[in-house]
């Protein structure tokens, strides 16, 4: 539980980074390779992003749609 935790906020954290760095704060993000969605959930957490994740590895895929990533 505390591991899935930890990915949680480094996902939330990691989200905030890549929108200051960019100075982001809004419009469409297509996050390619977004393996099992857990970053793309969180950067589409604001209602200013429209989010589309990509992944050519159907076990990725499967995941994300899983909804494992817990959005």
């Given at each position: 539980?505390?591991?899935?935790?930890?990915?949680?906020?480094?996902?939330?954290?990691?989200?905030?980074?890549i929108?200051?760095e960019t100075?982001?704060?809004?419009?469409?993000?297509?996050?390619?390779?977004?393996?099992?969605g857990?970053l793309?959930?969180e950067?589409?957490?604001?209602?200013?992003?429209?989010?589309?994740g990509?992944d050519?590895?159907?076990?990725?895929?499967d995941a994300?749609?899983?909804g494992?990533?817990?959005?």
């Amino acid at each position: 539980v505390f591991a899935e935790q930890a990915a949680v906020a480094d996902h939330e954290q990691l989200a905030r980074q890549i929108f200051t760095e960019t100075g982001v704060q809004g419009g469409l993000v297509v996050h390619v390779g977004c393996g099992d969605g857990q970053l793309t959930a969180e950067l589409g957490a604001g209602e200013m992003f429209c989010v589309q994740g990509l992944d050519a590895r159907p076990e990725q895929v499967d995941a994300a749609l899983s909804g494992r990533h817990g959005r």
